[in-house]
């Protein structure tokens, strides 16, 4: 390891130990960070604290040059995040309720323009808060006894923190007028089937498979995944003309880049090699 190298790891654990997080775990290994939502004797619930938490933490990776990709996931082995936290719902009146709502729509929304790629490893239950927030990850990857849904109209409440309008984007309307309407949970493969998850994977696999799928972006370069990542994000926001004009400029950009031209440069002359 170099001077700079070790300067830079020692940095990063005084600046994480200076969260002193109680409700997330948060390490970085091999250019990947991992948050598990560190809640288990309530299957994770989501509350006002956490999500302070995972503000703070989402802050960090942004910043650190050193992080690539982000594996999100839960503590335990039932749940990812088996909702919102009832005992804190239920004190919320009108006005709290919309002031927590832009909060915690403000989190995710930073999970999802981090910049960097989020993979959902989703061990378990996925319900309410915790689907909106796998919604917001890049790409999800659920255990085979995942059960994943919005069952918040049986309590009377409509999900505030994006669940109405990513799940349309993800699955269509159709499919999630259903998961909103009827307020329960599919299965994993189901949750497949609709394009809601990416892979799902036995239990014993999860992690692995989630670091898989991480590894496998990071071969890329950086200023690459970043300008798919917006223009994934940025395209159902506009209209094809504008998105496609997005597109042209992201893509002509990216030949300026050294990492670019290194590359095509190494795979020419590989090809032309004797």
Request: glycine share 8%; aromatic share 6%.
């Amino acid at each position: 390891m170099s001077l700079s190298s070790a300067q830079s790891s020692e940095e990063w654990k005084q600046r994480k130990a200076a969260m002193a997080l109680e409700n997330l775990i948060f390490k970085k290994e091999d250019r990947i960070a991992f948050i598990t939502l560190n809640r288990p004797e309530v299957y994770n619930a989501l509350h006002f604290p956490l999500y302070v938490e995972l503000a703070k933490v989402l802050e960090e990776i942004k910043m650190d040059d050193e992080i690539g990709a982000v594996i999100l996931t839960g503590a335990g082995e039932k749940a990812f995040v088996a909702g919102a936290d009832i005992q804190e719902l239920s004190t919320l009146d009108a006005t709290v309720g919309w002031e927590k709502a832009r909060f915690y729509q403000g989190v995710v929304h930073r999970l999802e323009w981090l910049g960097k790629p989020s993979i959902a490893a989703i061990n378990g239950y996925c319900l309410g808060g915790g689907l909106e927030l796998a919604m917001a990850c890049t790409l999800r990857v659920a255990v085979e006894k995942a059960r994943l849904g919005l069952p918040e109209l049986g309590f009377g409440v409509v999900p505030g923190v994006g669940g109405t309008q990513r799940l349309c984007r993800l699955v269509g309307r159709g499919k999630a007028a259903e998961m909103l309407l009827r307020a329960k949970p599919i299965d994993a493969m189901e949750a497949y089937r609709i394009g809601l998850v990416n892979e799902v994977v036995p239990a014993e696999s999860l992690m692995a498979k989630a670091r898989e799928m991480a590894g496998d972006i990071l071969k890329n370069p950086p200023h690459a995944v970043k300008a798919a990542i917006d223009l994934l994000l940025r395209g159902p926001e506009s209209s094809l003309d504008n998105s496609l004009v997005f597109e042209a400029a992201l893509s002509a950009l990216s030949f300026d880049n050294p990492e670019t031209k290194r590359r095509l440069k190494a795979f020419l002359e590989k090809k032309n090699a004797p």
